[in-house]
């Protein structure tokens, strides 16, 4: 079973960004697919962005439109993901998980995968 640790959390004032990293261990990176989640205090998990293996195909949620982009390091073995324009509606605990690539990446916005990481706390302020 793949390993993740997220990593890059912090307080950010609005309108200024911060970059997430998902480091994966445990099975070959590239072959899963990696999709970032947030869930905020009372709200329940949904769904932000997804990147396929090989990098090719991206899943996002229309909320992160034009704000946040994913990449990955297949050779570094972790996924980024780039949030710019942040507001504090952004404020979350920030997963990420894997599912393999044998799956469709638009299933990402429903995995059904015990690959999950221990989550990065962003808060951003007014």
């Known amino acids: 079973q793949v390993q993740l640790v997220e990593s890059g959390g912090g307080l950010v004032q609005a309108g200024g960004s911060l970059r997430l990293s998902c480091v994966i261990s445990g099975r070959t990176s590239n072959w899963y697919n990696i999709g970032w989640f947030r869930q905020a205090p009372g709200s329940e998990r949904e769904f932000v962005i997804a990147?396929?293996?090989?990098?090719?195909?991206?899943e996002y949620a229309d909320f992160v439109k034009g704000r946040f982009t994913i990449s990955r390091d297949n050779a570094k073995n972790t996924v980024y993901l780039q949030m710019n324009d942040l507001k504090p509606e952004d404020t979350a605990f920030y997963y990420c998980?894997?599912?393999?690539?044998?799956?469709?990446?638009?299933?990402?916005?429903?995995?059904?995968?015990?690959?999950w990481g221990q989550g990065t706390q962003v808060t951003v302020s007014s």
């Open positions: 990147i396929s293996g090989d990098s090719n195909m991206i």
């Open positions: 998980v894997a599912q393999h690539d044998s799956y469709p990446l638009k299933l990402m916005r429903t995995p059904n995968s015990k690959s």
